[in-house]
């Protein structure tokens, strides 16, 4: 009997099945780090907000209530802080970017909005030093015509930088073209 044959006959395809369903089933995967574990690893890589560390370690839990009771113990031990990721992320990045921008990200992140208060009120005192610092880094000279006037506006404007502060470092050269 050739193996077209076989299969054609319906005693030996439902044998088949049978056989086939009899199988055991794989092995269940390897539990590998607790939640615990993963969490201070990645705590000890960066600075992760309540939100995000949430989301990373859901991917990993069996139920989501033991992931916030796992955060909240963090929490209470200071391993995880959202002040100390306001702090963190600020202090990598508001050297890039503006007030606006960065008050997004934060948002993005999840972080409460008291903390974002206070970090709005820091970011507005330096806000234009560090709008000039990347002015001059990345143009240095004054803009020739209206059209490199709109590219560096439009530039700074991107980066999260408020429409004052950017007039305040381009109204000087507004008379040279």
Do not use: C
């Not at 076989?6 to 439902?14: A, I, R, T």
């Not at 705590?43 to 939100?51: A, D, F, I, K, T």
């Not at 990721?85 to 993005?108: C, D, M, P």
């Amino acid at each position: 009997m050739s193996n077209w044959e076989f299969f054609q006959d319906d005693e030996n395809f439902e044998q088949l099945e049978i056989t086939s369903a009899q199988t055991p089933s794989p092995a269940p995967k390897k539990a590998g780090p607790s939640l615990k574990a993963r969490a201070i690893d990645l705590l000890s890589r960066r600075e992760h907000s309540r939100v995000e560390l949430r989301r990373k370690l859901l991917r990993h839990a069996e139920d989501p209530d033991q992931v916030d009771s796992l955060l909240d113990e963090l929490a209470q031990q200071n391993w995880q802080s959202d002040e100390r990721f306001v702090r963190s992320h600020l202090n990598r990045r508001a050297n890039k970017f503006g007030t606006y921008r960065l008050l997004q990200e934060l948002r993005q992140h999840g972080v409460d909005e008291n903390h974002i208060q206070a970090a709005q009120t820091d970011l507005k005192e330096t806000e234009f030093e560090r709008a000039y610092d990347i002015w001059e880094r990345k143009f240095g000279q004054a803009p020739t015509d209206q059209k490199a006037y709109a590219k560096q506006y439009r530039f700074m404007a991107n980066r999260g930088f408020g429409s004052g502060v950017l007039r305040r470092i381009l109204e000087r050269f507004n008379d040279s073209f």
